[in-house]
């Protein structure tokens, strides 16, 4: 009887474990490979996007990244960890939609980009780039118009306001 029991119970312990499934959470969005890539979603789905954007392409001042700092203890297997600071006054507000889709800007962070690490006797080296990394909601009601579409995402707030492209493709 208890190995009846624990037959029935373990797959809904093993499943109450699976890993969410990616861009289904704000936590394990989807990773566009460039902000130019397409963002696709299915008539009554929502995906979480994540986009990394130059820091310039979004015309954030280098200085804003100056309270971002490398802590060269941290490490991410042989690499210096990427730090990020919240950027909750980052704005984004979405226009030339297709009917049916909305997109909501879900978090925003300032990254520095940890593209290379060198380690020497004496000191450690890294190469980044400044990014600005934002998480965003994209939803397509049942309803929404199929195909692709090119919508325009406006950034502002503390003396950005940019825009940029969003490759959108609403399908089966």
Same mark, same amino acid.
């Given at each position: 009887?208890? *190995?009846?029991?624990?037959?029935? $119970?373990?797959?809904?312990?093993?499943?109450?474990?699976?890993?969410?499934?990616?861009?289904?959470?704000?936590?394990?969005?989807?990773?566009?490979?460039?902000?130019?890539?397409?963002?696709?979603?299915?008539? %009554?789905?929502?995906?979480?996007?994540?986009?990394?954007?130059?820091?310039?392409?979004?015309?954030?001042?280098?200085?804003?990244?100056? $309270?971002?700092?490398?802590?060269?203890?941290?490490?991410? %297997?042989?690499?210096?960890?990427?730090?990020?600071?919240?950027?909750?006054?980052? *704005?984004?507000?979405?226009?030339?939609?297709?009917?049916?889709?909305?997109?909501?800007?879900?978090? $925003?962070?300032?990254?520095?980009?940890?593209?290379?690490?060198?380690?020497?006797?004496?000191?450690?080296?890294?190469?980044?780039?400044?990014?600005?990394?934002?998480?965003?909601?994209?939803?397509?009601?049942? %309803? $929404?118009?199929?195909?692709?579409?090119?919508?325009?995402?406006?950034?502002?707030?503390?003396?950005?306001?940019?825009?940029?492209?969003?490759?959108?493709?609403?399908? *089966?």
């Amino acid at each position: 009887m208890k *190995k009846f029991l624990l037959a029935l $119970a373990l797959p809904a312990l093993l499943a109450s474990c699976a890993p969410a499934v990616m861009g289904a959470q704000p936590y394990n969005p989807v990773a566009l490979e460039t902000p130019f890539s397409v963002v696709r979603v299915a008539p %009554g789905q929502t995906v979480f996007v994540q986009i990394k954007y130059p820091r310039a392409m979004l015309g954030v001042s280098e200085s804003m990244f100056d $309270a971002v700092v490398i802590d060269f203890t941290q490490r991410v %297997g042989v690499d210096v960890a990427s730090p990020e600071n919240r950027a909750e006054w980052l *704005k984004m507000t979405a226009s030339d939609l297709p009917k049916g889709v909305n997109v909501e800007l879900v978090q $925003a962070g300032l990254l520095k980009d940890i593209r290379r690490t060198k380690d020497n006797s004496a000191s450690v080296q890294v190469n980044y780039a400044e990014v600005v990394r934002v998480v965003l909601k994209v939803t397509a009601e049942p %309803g $929404a118009d199929l195909g692709p579409n090119i919508a325009e995402l406006n950034f502002s707030g503390q003396g950005v306001d940019d825009r940029a492209l969003l490759s959108l493709s609403v399908e *089966k």
